[in-house]
């Protein structure tokens, strides 16, 4: 089994535990519910790629992927001044994250939600009329390259498994699921 299909098996429940606690219907019915969401997330991204930039395996793979700044962008779209926004809570504790392994696992977490990220943008502008340059950047966060990016993490998470290192990674996704978890369904 390669460790795209055993982080898809063994992380099942935890990604169906999260989509059914977010209740996304209730959070993006709103403007302020849906700036709340995007509070949240800011939250999770921000503290998250702080703590992972210095030990992803590859320097610029991770940068590219990065989503804080289009969380700023989406926020201040959405009434939020730079000030405010830099003083938001932050998404503690965090997973560990050890080493090079751990990240990409939890990094299959970040990514996978992209795939979803593009279907929530689409309610997000049939609901509220937002584009990615009015309050939708985030969850459009790679437009149509989202299946080449995909393909891509893919390739990279592929080439770094092993027998020595899969449970790492495995254990270090299941641990992003469970604390996104805690953060995006926590009230504010």
């Given at each position: ?24 219907d ?7 519910g ?31 992927r ?33 080493g090079?392994?751990?990240v990409?696992?939890s ?5 996978g ?9 689409r309610e ?8 990615a340059?009015?309050g ?7 437009g ?7 393909r ?9 498994s ?14 992003t ?11 504010p």
């Amino acid at each position: 089994m390669t460790i795209l299909a055993r982080l898809k098996t063994e992380t099942r429940a935890a990604h169906d535990r999260i989509e059914a606690a977010m209740d996304l219907d209730r959070r993006i019915a709103t403007r302020d519910g849906y700036r709340d969401l995007l509070i949240r997330f800011y939250g999770f991204h921000k503290a998250w790629e702080s703590e992972a930039a210095g030990r992803a395996p590859d320097p610029g793979f991770f940068e590219r992927r990065r989503k804080t700044q289009l969380l700023v962008q989406d926020l201040e779209a959405l009434g939020l001044k730079s000030d405010d926004i830099i003083r938001l809570p932050q998404c503690r504790p965090l997973m560990p994250l050890p080493g090079p392994e751990a990240v990409l696992g939890s990094m299959y977490v970040v990514e996978g939600s992209t795939l979803g990220g593009a279907i929530i943008a689409r309610e997000v502008e049939r609901r509220l009329g937002l584009d990615a340059e009015t309050g939708c950047a985030y969850f459009r966060s790679y437009g149509r390259d989202i299946a080449a990016m995909w393909r891509s993490f893919g390739a990279v998470l592929l080439e770094a498994s092993s027998p020595e290192v899969d449970d790492l990674i495995v254990e270090s996704a299941q641990n992003t699921f469970t604390v996104m978890h805690d953060w995006l369904c926590e009230t504010p």
